[in-house]
């Protein structure tokens, strides 16, 4: 959850910094900014951590997983859902991600990449770099090392009992 919590922080912080720009433009408009430092500065300190905060926690509890018959299955979303499916026969490649915050926190990003969809990811704003199909954040580094080593055993388990 903390993971999902400071990266959902530093996105809005962004946000809230640039409408805090435009916003005291307004604000000395209208003679709100006469109310002084002391009245403004808790609102655009408090509001982006509180705001980052609930996205972080909405997201990890609508963030599932689970290892099905027939493949690996995510969903994800707070308000537009996504799920995915990865047949074990399309997995090429199972890659732990550990940041520098990650590592402080003793997290990990579990990366399922397949073949030809992980050269291009199809993100909420169109066609971008590389990214994994599949991925798992903020996961302890056991569940992570097991998760991937079950996923590996898996995937070459369906890849030799075909045809």
């Known amino acids: ?39 403004w500065a808790p609102i655009i300190l408090i509001v982006p951590f509180v705001v980052a905060w609930a996205y972080g926690v909405l997201s ?24 995915t499916t990865i047949p074990y026969e399309r997995i090429q490649n199972v890659d732990i991600h550990r940041g520098i915050i990650a590592r402080i926190l003793g997290l990990s990003d579990l990366q399922v990449q397949t073949a030809g ?31 991937r080593d079950e996923l590996v055993r898996r995937s070459k388990t369906a890849r030799t009992s075909g045809l």
Request: proline share 1%.
């Open 1 to 39: 959850m903390w993971m999902f919590a400071i990266s959902s922080f530093f996105t809005w912080l962004f946000v809230i910094l640039i409408l805090g720009v435009q916003g005291a433009f307004i604000f000395e408009e209208i003679g709100l900014l006469q109310l002084g430092f002391a009245f």
């Open 60 to 83: 990890y509890k609508f963030y599932f997983y689970e290892l099905t018959d027939d493949g690996f299955r995510k969903e994800s979303g707070i308000i537009w859902k996504r799920y």
């Open 117 to 147: 969809s992980s050269a291009m990811y199809n993100g909420s704003w169109g066609m971008s770099g590389a990214g994994a199909e599949g991925r798992l954040p903020g996961l302890s580094r056991e569940t992570a090392e097991k998760l």
